[in-house]
């Protein structure tokens, strides 16, 4: 099983831009996985933004197309969100998700292909 650890959230004023981390520890083996971030709005249910998998394939959610890129470090297994332009709306709760890889697999934004999540970070935009 791996965790996933979520960390660069914060505090800023609309227009801003913040980037997350997710360390990855725990991978057993030569076993891969293919990623995503997550957010959930006060209110909401949560929901898929971007998704990254193995062959380097992305995926993004329509409201962040354009401002946020999915990117990872596989040497650190590491996953970056990189989110410009913020806007209010993009304040939320901040999880990102693994599953095991596959060669044939393209990037999904649903939540129940991932097995594994991380506790999140909290993002609050401001206008």
């Known amino acids: 099983q791996v965790q996933l650890v979520e960390s660069g959230g914060g505090s800023v004023q609309a227009g801003g831009s913040l980037r997350l981390s997710c360390a990855a520890s725990?991978?057993?083996?030569?076993?891969?996985?293919?990623m995503g971030w997550f957010r959930q709005a006060p209110g909401k249910e949560r929901e898929g933004i971007a998704a990254?998998?193995?062959?380097?394939?992305?995926k993004y959610a329509d409201s962040v197309q354009g401002r946020f890129t999915i990117s990872r470090d596989g040497a650190k297994n590491t996953l970056y969100l990189q989110m410009n332009n913020l806007k209010p709306e993009d304040t939320g709760m901040y999880y990102c998700?693994?599953?095991?890889?596959?060669?044939?697999?393209?990037?999904?934004?649903?939540?129940?292909?991932?097995?594994?999540w991380g506790q999140g970070t909290q993002v609050t935009v401001s206008s």
């Open positions: 725990g991978l057993p083996g030569s076993v891969y996985y293919d």
């Open positions: 990254i998998v193995i062959t380097g394939g992305t």
């Open positions: 998700a693994a599953r095991s890889a596959s060669l044939w697999a393209t990037p999904s934004l649903l939540n129940s292909v991932y097995t594994s």
